[in-house]
């Protein structure tokens, strides 16, 4: 059986949280931070085929973003059972059982 305060639990959970932290990075630079106003009047015809395929690309974006929001709160509800160190809690995580 694994030592659960191993040093292999250890580097999971640092690998873990280091690619919880650059997702959290990435998405916050990607995030609006100016108003969107789009230009008057319809899109001329020449570039429909460009805004139907990036409305296309939005969607499968928003699609992917479901499951990625479904994987963080599975994430969370996993971090959320680590115990507060202050509450008396059992020093290690039973991760097994």
Same mark, same amino acid.
Do not use: K
């Given at each position: 059986?694994? %030592?659960?305060?191993g040093?292999d639990?250890? $580097?999971?959970w640092?690998?873990?949280? +280091?690619?919880f932290?650059?997702?959290? +990075?990435?998405a916050?630079?990607?995030?609006?931070?100016e108003? #969107?106003v789009?230009?008057?009047g319809?899109?001329p015809?020449?570039?429909l %085929?460009?805004?139907r $395929?990036?409305?296309?690309?939005?969607q499968?974006?928003?699609d992917?973003?479901?499951?990625?929001?479904?994987n963080?709160?599975? /994430?969370?509800a996993?971090?959320?059972?680590?115990?507060?160190?202050?509450a008396?809690s059992?020093? #290690?995580? +039973?991760? /097994?059982g």
């Amino acid at each position: 059986m694994a %030592d659960p305060g191993g040093s292999d639990n250890l $580097a999971a959970w640092i690998a873990l949280l +280091d690619g919880f932290e650059r997702a959290i +990075d990435a998405a916050e630079e990607q995030l609006l931070v100016e108003e #969107f106003v789009p230009p008057p009047g319809p899109p001329p015809t020449e570039v429909l %085929d460009r805004a139907r $395929a990036t409305l296309a690309r939005q969607q499968m974006l928003i699609d992917g973003l479901r499951v990625s929001r479904a994987n963080v709160a599975r /994430e969370l509800a996993a971090l959320r059972r680590v115990p507060d160190p202050g509450a008396g809690s059992p020093a #290690f995580l +039973d991760i /097994e059982g």
